[in-house]
Nanobody, 124 residues
Framework: QVQLVESGGGLVQAGGSLRLSCAAS????????MGWFRQAPGNEREFVAT????????DYEDSVKGRFTISRDNAKNTMYLQMNSLKPEDTAAYYC?????????????????WGQGTQVTVSS
């Protein structure tokens, strides 16, 4: 079992950048495919990005491609989401998640463990 804690959220102006972190404890992160999801008020939680266990493979939701970069440091048991060129529509609570699988996953149901979330607010 793994526990996940997100950090790095905050308030930023449109066009700015933030880096989210997801720190894991309990079991080494290298066992898991990892993902980021987000949920805006009144909306369902949606997929943002996923990364394979070694970090060699990634996948992104179309609206964040070219702006967001997912990465991981298994030695530090931490995953990251670098968010550049932020837009007001990126405003949401961002959640990290871990999946006991070997393939990339883009659906919530594939993930076994979740963090509590960190809020990102982008002002126009």
């Amino acid at each position: 079992q793994v526990q996940l804690v997100e950090s790095g959220g905050g308030l930023v102006q449109a066009g700015g950048s933030l880096r989210l972190s997801c720190a894991a404890s309990g079991r080494t992160l290298s066992y898991y495919v990892m993902g980021w999801f987000r949920q805006a008020p009144g909306n369902e939680r949606e997929f943002v990005a996923t990364i394979g266990r070694s970090g060699a493979s990634t996948d992104y939701e179309d609206s964040v491609k070219g702006r967001f970069t997912i990465s991981r440091d298994n030695a530090k048991n931490t995953m990251y989401l670098q968010m550049n060129s932020l837009k007001p529509e990126d405003t949401a609570a961002y959640y990290c998640a871990a999946a006991r699988t070997s393939a990339l996953r883009t659906t919530q149901s594939a993930y076994d463990y979740w963090g509590q979330g960190t809020q990102v607010t982008v002002s126009s």
